[in-house]
Nanobody, 129 residues
Framework: QVPLVESGGGSVQAGGSLRLSCSGSGHTYSNFCMAWFRQAPGKKREGVAAIYSGGGITYYADSVKGRFTISQDNAENMLYLQMNSLKPEDSAMYFC??????????????????????WGQGTQVTVSS
């Protein structure tokens, strides 16, 4: 059983918005470091945003600051990524990730995909110019 399930991807024109959702798929992710990563063809997987579910502290890649917002609904075991002012360079497969190690959620490590143990299968985002 896949521990995380993403949804909400799609095709949109530049300047548009999308909201990605990540379901806990029957698992509880309280006090986890939760994150969104993305990977475009031929490129490395990169961290987009992260949030510590136990405290709400958030982290963002410089490329998405001011445009993307990560949020969570612990009661519903859901993670979200609101993406506004989308650009063609935002096109990628977006993945939800989680790990119980609180120490991951800090400025020096939240973006390292190797540290996350739980992953979804991804949802495609395509932004056309």
């Amino acid at each position: 059983q896949v521990p995380l399930v993403e949804s909400g991807g799609g095709s949109v024109q530049a300047g548009g918005s999308l909201r990605l959702s990540c379901s806990g798929s029957g698992h509880t992710y309280s006090n986890f470091c939760m994150a969104w990563f993305r990977q475009a063809p031929g490129k490395k997987r990169e961290g987009v945003a992260a949030i510590y579910s136990g405290g709400g502290i958030t982290y963002y890649a410089d490329s998405v600051k001011g445009r993307f917002t990560i949020s969570q609904d612990n009661a519903e075991n859901m993670l979200y990524l609101q993406m506004n002012s989308l650009k063609p360079e935002d096109s990628a497969m977006y993945f939800c990730a989680a790990d119980p190690a609180k120490g991951i959620c800090n400025l020096k490590s939240w973006y390292d995909h190797i540290l996350f143990g739980y992953w979804g299968q991804g949802t495609q985002v395509t932004v056309s110019s």
